[in-house]
């Protein structure tokens, strides 16, 4: 991007200079402006939806985790011999002898038809099934944790055909994929970094060529390297920026198509959605863009004005 | 304050273009450099200027051996030499003013204290009408006097040109000469690389005669 030569009288420059921006004393890396801009977009396009992605997926596994980690469920089995109610009782008496336990309230027969319902497809209530018992129990998630094994363990001593179900099961597998996808993210938006850092040192590089002479000239007039950097640093914090928002509106416009695709399709387990802060988080990416953009830019230019004299 | 000592140089593995180069410049004088073209003006006032380092010998600037100058030392060596280039060296898409003010720029002072000195200077060389003129629509006169402008702006301790006349009249090569007696007199030391005798034979000021390699004091 080459600056467009300004023009006019001395008082509307210098108006200008007050105002606008201060002129650089090197123009922008040839021309690479404009494709360094897109592929800083493109890299951010990508690391919005790879961040955007990993933030969504954290939500709803926490969500899933909260509702689920305050819960525990008591289930009795109906068994040959044994009296339902002595059974109910057993159990209720080994809970009320853990602490930690908020309240444990036995299901009525139409609670657990209603809760069976869609996965047998028929009128429970009315067939005469043998049914199991379900005691919904509400943990104190302010106290320390009940100890779930004795628990279950006392359970099943209580009576025959009383199991604890902690859902922990369940729990691990959503924690193990949430890490698994998570780590996957942090590696692609490692990757991604690295590869702009390549980009920005490359163009810089090439910059710095292509304005040797100006570099030289700067030298002889006793310019330090420090004010060289900072007159090239500065256009690619804003290649940096500019490429950054680009991005970043890319993968906000990502997203809504996929809400909107989403939200058409009836699916049973809500699916990961972004979330208000999700976006402000996003706003990171391309503040994170032009400040690596920044840095790499002015680590390239000092490492190669060392070398000359 | 300045000091050359049996100073050789060679380009690569090219012919020594100067050697065996000895001689002093006092605080505050007044030299010419002359000698055929090609004979190693512009390659002496590189070696003067820090551009180049000399292949032996020993240099001494503003009583320091060059030699031993680290890098991050060199800028303020620098910023107490004017140097007019022969190439002139403007910046092809700055304005004149802009080309002007660069070394003021380059010390990190604001426009607001340069901005009034260099539009009276670039008045005094006859440029204030081409404050925002870029150097490519400037005459080769033009360029040269922005350039002289530049060398002068920083207040250097000296002043080195290099056929600073090589490209206007006769009446503005006095003129200009004129800004170089005046910065001399206010403490400037001066250098001036050129073929021009007129203007060796105007002023009494002694010649550095370059001829083959050496140098010889005349006057
Ligand atoms: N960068 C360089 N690399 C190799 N040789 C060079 C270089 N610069 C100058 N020379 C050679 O050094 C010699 C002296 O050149 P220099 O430019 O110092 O002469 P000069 O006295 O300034 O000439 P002129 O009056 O034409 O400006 C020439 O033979 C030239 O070819
Ligand atoms: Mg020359």
Request: glycine share 8%; proline share 5%.
């Amino acid at each position: 991007m080459v600056e467009v030569p300004m023009t006019g009288t001395v008082r509307r420059s210098l108006l200008a200079r007050l105002f606008v921006e201060t002129r650089s004393v090197m123009p922008a890396a040839g021309s690479t402006g404009l494709s360094l801009v897109l592929v800083i977009a493109t890299m951010c396009f990508l690391a919005s939806l790879t961040l955007g992605a990993v933030l969504a997926v954290n939500h709803a596994t926490q969500s899933w985790t909260r509702q689920l980690s305050g819960a525990l469920t008591v289930e009795i089995l109906a068994v040959e011999g044994q009296d339902p109610e002595m059974q109910r009782d057993a159990a209720l008496t080994a809970l009320s002898k853990t602490p930690g336990i908020l309240t444990a309230k036995t299901l009525s027969r139409d609670d657990v038809a209603a809760l069976i319902q869609p996965w047998l497809g028929v009128d429970v209530a009315r067939e005469d099934l043998p049914f199991p018992q379900l005691i919904d129990v509400r943990l104190d998630t302010s106290a320390p944790p009940p100890d779930l094994d004795a628990l279950a363990a006392a359970l099943e001593k209580s009576a025959p055909g009383v199991r604890l179900d902690s859902h922990r099961q369940w729990l691990d597998d959503i924690n193990g994929a949430a890490n698994a996808a998570q780590g996957l993210s942090y590696a692609i938006l490692a990757i991604i970094t690295l590869t702009t850092i390549a980009i920005v040192t490359f163009a810089t590089r090439a910059g710095l060529l292509a304005n040797h002479e100006i570099v030289e000239l700067l030298h002889l007039i006793g310019a330090r390297d420090n004010f060289i950097a900072s007159e090239i640093q500065r256009h690619f914090l804003l290649l940096g920026l500019r490429g950054g928002v680009l991005g970043l509106a890319l993968s906000l416009l990502a997203f809504g198509g996929m809400s909107i695709v989403m939200n058409s399709s009836s699916l049973l387990v809500s699916m990961p959605t972004i979330q208000p802060w999700t976006l402000t988080s996003l706003l990171l990416v391309p503040v994170m863009a032009a400040l690596v953009s920044v840095i790499t830019a002015r680590m390239t230019v000092m490492r190669g004005l060392g070398r000359m004299m | 304050m300045i000091r050359f000592e049996n100073v050789g140089l060679r380009y690569e593995s090219g012919p020594e273009v100067l050697r065996d180069v000895t001689f002093t410049l006092e605080r505050g004088s007044f030299h010419f450099l002359t000698g055929p073209s090609g004979a190693g003006k512009t390659s002496l006032l590189r070696l003067m200027f820090l551009d180049h380092k000399p292949s032996r010998g020993l240099i001494t600037m503003f009583d320091r051996p060059i030699a031993t100058l680290a890098r991050h030392e060199l800028p303020d060596i620098r910023r107490q030499i004017g140097v007019v280039f022969q190439d002139f060296r403007l910046i092809a898409h700055l304005t004149a003013y802009e080309n002007v003010a660069l070394p003021l720029r380059a010390r990190g002072k604001s426009e607001d204290s340069y901005r009034a000195d260099v539009i009276e200077l670039l008045q005094w060389v006859g440029m204030g009408e081409r404050l925002d003129a870029l150097p490519s629509t400037l005459s080769g006169g033009e360029k040269q006097r922005v350039a002289i402008a530049r060398a002068v702006m920083g207040r250097p301790r000296l002043l080195i040109a290099d056929e600073p006349t090589g490209n206007v009249d006769a009446e503005m090569g006095n003129r200009l000469l004129h800004l170089f007696v005046e910065l001399n007199r206010l403490g400037t030391s001066i250098l001036i690389a050129t073929h021009d005798r007129e203007l060796i034979a105007s002023n009494p000021a002694p010649a550095l005669v370059l001829h083959k390699g050496e140098v010889e004091i005349h006057g």
